[in-house]
């Protein structure tokens, strides 16, 4: 080899290197919002410090998460009015889909752009009642009957509220045939609510802050994350529960979705990383932390280590019963539908 | 624990809705919280006598039976626990949606709708002004008049206005007024200003033009009934675009003012109109050259210390514009409102009088305002060429026509003297012994139209010089309610037959304004 040919190879090799080192980017702070329903906090607080873990070993890039909770309802229409949400992970498809319907701020196929429906985990609805049981509450039908004092939140607001109702109708459904019957037992169910707080974490707090009520109807995770956090509190006294947790025979199939929204990730430049902040729910890692959180993974093998820990109940879908949530939330939940009509002023 | 319960959800707070309507829910919750707030105060009672009984029979009663009570005072806790909880559930709804609830206002200052993050406001407002012009002096021979309008003594709607102003996304304010005073309806006010930057902001549409400082004054805000005479060799309204600023002294913010601002220490107006010619205002533009007109103005003395001189304003403003045959647009008496100044009037053998040439306005002007005096003076010089034809010949002539005016008012019963009129302190009550503001003001003006405005101008039909001396009262009944009684008298050069002087005008004139 000549010394013009090495000089040129020199060269060619200091460039290459050069473009090389120039491709390299510095690693970036980047944040995304997260708007999501009321009892998930504990959950993401989690999640997100994995995720950002995740996320710089993967790019260098730092990431902050940012969340709002509230409940699911609410928290579609402060992001249809205009609030920044890089993706939004809230409590049922129809909250999510008015996204779509009103602004067109995700496509119309938002949920086939992730497994399950776009639902990283499943939960359903239980009762939590005071240390004994003393009003012996077993079932939906048992809320419905007079003494009883429920605690539930309002489903004009809150989407855990909603599956709830939808749940209690399909139980009335199932076991006493008719939907006459199935109305009648939700409006005694609802006629015996004490106070309809505005969210799930709402209604927590009325249940086991101010003590009020015989039974809190809740998310099944959040009933667990109360018992696990009065377990290690000083009132339990001598190792006795505070409350206790009553798994209904039948209950809803919840599916809560995720989803990014595309119109402010693109404004935002964090498509990518929204659509990798969504998806890091159904790694090994997300899947374990729903589990440890209480929500029913979409993993089976995930779900079968955390199986024991979730009580064995016959779950129905929503599209089963009540033909999927665009049909239920206007037979049930818009202005002057049946929640109206039973829990409207003069019922 | 407890504690970060509620700060989790605290921190979250609950939703804002209840449905359907957020008026009717608002309204609702309200009520919801009054009642439930008399139910807590009658179980609290019921509680405390239940109490009190069961402490009775306690004491009365055997040690076997001790609780026979306790369910029912477990029951009415529950109650008021109950009722305690739904009345933080509806405070939290209440406030959010106040949020989300436009406010509306109705007072002195118009009605009011303001989007709940203060970024969006409407305003309705409106103003009647109604006036009595009484004539003195006046059975004078027609032959001795010569006025083309009568001095008859007439009632007159000076002024019917009602229209909309406001502010969208926070930086954009609008203003539509249509005007259906004097018998006729016009579009006096149309205009979009864009002030996303205080020291740069842009006016659309039409609007008054940035020359006369009395012309720029709020309509319903001046001293006396008329403006002066200055304010006639300028154009009124004008339709174009107008870029503006305003600058706050070395350490202070500058406040938006509005498309004309009087708030700053300093302020510009730079603007590009189709040209209305004097005392003109015009809707469309019938050739090609525009109208430049500018004006800077300054509070030199504003957050100065010296007390007695934050009030003074000092500012020219000017105007240029190259009008091809525009027509000449009257001029009238200032309080009295009779024609002096008539175009339409040529002299003996002339066809048509119109401006056509250069055109020019320069128009110094200030005002002094401390405690309850107030001064405020301009003048100006209007120097435009004329092209008129007499006897088949054409011949231009340059006119330069001048005005002043100085005028002074006192606010009697101490009230602040501003260039934005006067706020009484207390509204017009006589039950409370409360009479409102009182104002005093004089004024002198003075208009001298170019001889060579006579070359084709009938003499017999209008005047060359009006020099007018006028005395003001005005009660401020209100902020918004307002009696005023002016007399002027005016004194003509010309404008009557044989070159004689057009008799004195004496007028007494009275105004009832109300604005909102």
């Known amino acids: 080899m000549t010394s013009k040919n090495i000089r040129n190879a020199l060269a060619v090799l200091l460039l290459g290197t050069a473009l090389a080192a120039s491709a390299v980017t510095e690693a970036a702070n980047v944040s995304l919002l997260n708007v999501s329903y009321d009892p998930t906090r504990e959950f993401y607080e989690e999640y997100n410090a994995a995720f950002a873990k995740y996320w710089r070993e993967k790019t260098g890039d730092t990431v902050t998460v940012k969340q709002s909770h509230g409940g699911g309802g609410k928290q579609a229409r402060a992001v249809i009015d205009g609030l920044d949400a890089d993706v939004v992970t809230l409590a049922l498809a129809y909250d999510v889909d008015q996204l779509y319907q009103k602004a067109k701020l995700i496509p119309e196929n938002w949920q086939s752009r992730l497994p399950n429906n776009s639902a990283p985990y499943t939960s359903t609805m239980v009762f939590l009642v005071r240390e004994g049981n003393p009003k012996g509450i077993k079932d939906w039908n048992d809320l419905a009957k007079p003494g009883v004092s429920v605690v539930t939140p309002n489903p004009k607001t809150s989407g855990g509220a909603r599956w709830i109702y939808l749940a209690a109708w ?178 | 624990m407890h504690n970060r319960w509620s700060l989790l959800w605290a921190a979250g707070m609950g939703s804002a809705w209840m449905g359907f309507a957020p008026d009717a829910s608002a309204i609702t919750a309200e009520q919801r919280f009054e009642k439930l707030e008399r139910h807590i105060q009658e179980l609290e009672r019921r509680l405390e006598a239940s109490e009190t009984e069961n402490q009775k029979l306690r004491s009365k009663k055997s040690a076997t039976d001790p609780i026979a009570s306790e369910p029912d005072v477990k029951a009415l806790h529950q109650k008021v626990k109950v009722l305690e909880r739904k009345l933080e559930v509806a405070d939290e709804v209440a406030i959010e949606n106040a949020k989300k609830t ?296 340059q006119q330069d026509n001048t005005a002043w005016q100085v005028q002074a008012s006192y606010v009697i019963t101490g009230e602040d003297n501003t260039f934005q009129s006067v706020k009484p302190r207390q509204a017009f009550n006589p039950f409370n012994g409360q009479w409102g503001a009182w104002q005093v003001a004089a004024r002198w003006s003075e208009l001298d139209i170019d001889d060579e405005t006579f070359v084709y101008l009938n003499p017999s039909r209008s005047v060359s010089k009006a020099t007018a001396w006028a005395l003001g009262v005005n009660w401020f009944l209100t902020r918004n309610a307002r009696l005023m009684a002016d007399y002027e008298q005016t004194y003509f050069d010309g404008g009557a037959a044989g070159g004689r002087d057009r008799p004195t005008e004496k007028v007494f004139a009275t105004r009832f304004q109300l604005v909102f």
């Open chain 1, 170 to 347: 399909g139980y009335g459904l199932k076991k006493q045939g008719s939907e006459e019957a199935a109305k009648d037992l939700v409006r005694k169910i609802y006629k015996n609510a004490a106070v309809l707080d505005t969210g799930a974490r709402g209604s927590t707090v009325t249940f086991v802050e101010r003590e009020i009520g015989d039974v809190l109807v809740t998310w099944e995770n959040e009933a667990y994350l109360i018992l696990k956090e009065y377990s290690l509190s000083s009132s339990t006294e001598h190792g006795r529960q505070k409350f206790e947790l009553v798994t209904p025979s039948l209950s809803i199939l919840a599916e809560p979705p995720v989803t990014v929204v595309d119109d402010v990730a693109k404004r935002h430049g964090t498509e990518k990383l929204a659509t990798a902040y969504l998806e890091y729910l159904y790694s090994k890692e997300g899947q374990d932390l729903a589990g440890k959180h209480f929500y029913r993974p979409s993993d089976p093998a995930v779900l079968a280590k955390y199986g024991n820990q979730f009580k064995k109940l016959e779950l129905f879908k929503i599209s089963d019963v009540f033909g999927g949530w665009n049909k239920a939330q206007k037979t049930h939940f818009s202005d002057g539908g049946v929640f109206d009509q039973i829990y409207g002023p003069g019922r």
């Open chain 2, 102 to 397: 436009p406010k509306l206002e109705a007072g002195s200052n118009g009605i009011r709708f303001v989007s709940p993050d203060n970024e969006h406001v409407v305003r309705l407002r409106g103003s009647v002004q109604a006036d009595y012009k009484f004539f003195m002096d006046d059975n004078q021979t027609p032959a001795g008049l010569h006025n083309t309008s009568n001095l008859a003594d007439r009632f007159e709607l000076k002024q019917a206005r009602i229209w909309l102003e406001g502010t969208l996304w926070k930086y954009l304010d609008f203003k539509i007024m249509p005007d259906f005073g004097n018998g006729r309806t016009i579009l006096a006010d149309a205009w979009i200003d864009a002030h996303y930057f205080p020291f740069a902001s842009l006016n659309f549409g039409k609007q008054k033009t940035p020359i006369s400082l009395e012309r720029l004054q709020g309509d319903s805000d001046g001293t006396f009934l008329e403006r002066a005479y200055p304010t006639y060799l300028a154009s009124n309204r004008d339709i174009g675009v107008m870029l503006h600023g305003e600058f706050a002294k070395p350490g202070y913010q500058a406040e938006y003012g509005g498309p004309v601002d009087f708030k700053n220490f300093l302020s510009y107006q730079l603007g590009v109109f189709n040209g209305a010619g004097d005392n003109g205002s015009i809707d469309t533009d019938i050739d090609d050259d525009k109208e430049f007109a500018g004006r800077l103005w300054s509070h030199p003395f504003q957050h100065s210390g010296i007390a007695a001189l934050e009030g003074l304003g000092v500012g020219i403003a000017g105007s240029w514009e190259l009008p091809k045959r525009a027509a000449l647009v009257n001029i009238n008496s200032a309080i009295g409102q009779n024609r002096i100044l008539d175009y339409g009037q040529l002299g003996t053998g002339t066809s048509s009088l119109v401006a056509d040439g250069d055109h020019y306005r320069v128009y110094p002007q200030a005002y002094w305002y401390y405690g309850p005096y107030g001064l405020m003076g301009e003048y100006v010089l209007s120097s435009q060429q004329l092209l008129g034809r007499r006897n088949g010949q054409t011949g231009r002539i």
